[in-house]
């Protein structure tokens, strides 16, 4: 019972964190637009408080998403499917980290990018094809857990949808900002079918 509350706990306090880190930071943001800005933007070089929302808010998002990996990892049966996609999601994680890290440059569109720009695109980018893989492959091993159809089919139906919003990412779209709002939705979405998938289980089937 100890690992299932450490389970549900890690992931909303994911949640929760993220999106505090995102409503408060937009509050603080002089103009923000959620729908049409970018969520990096409130961390971005210049951005008010950038420093406070990307060590106080993205990388604790992620470090309690890790440990919602590391408990996932200990509570299902282990084979090389489900390894590689909870590898996948280790990836993710990590690669959100040093995102925050390095910051994209102020409002994220530059005309002449920096380095650290350029590398938090790239990580930013990678850490939502990396879920989006971890996500699909998972759903596919679920295929031979017990009373688990609604885990396979909205993983490949989650992981597939957040896959085409993320192939046709529009930069200068005026709703960016809701279709990756909308790709995080997604993802947390899958992770707490998961969780709760585990934390309903008998101990006999899954741990």
Known sequence: MQKNNILLGSLLLSLIWLIATIVIGGMTYPNYNHLSQFISELGATGAPYAGWVNYLGFVPTEIFMLIFIAVVYSSLQRNKLMMLGLFFLTLYAGALIVAAIYSCDFTCRPAQASMDHNLHMAFGM??????????????????KWPQAKYIHLSGSAIGITALILILNFDPDSDFVGLVQRIVEFLLYLWFLLLAIYIYKSKPERLF
């Not at 990678?126 to 295929?143: E, M, Q, R, V």
Request: charged content about 10%; overall charge neutral; proline content about 0%.
């Open 126 to 143: 990678f850490a939502y094809l990396f879920a989006i893989s971890g996500i699909i492959l998972l759903s596919i091993d679920s295929k």
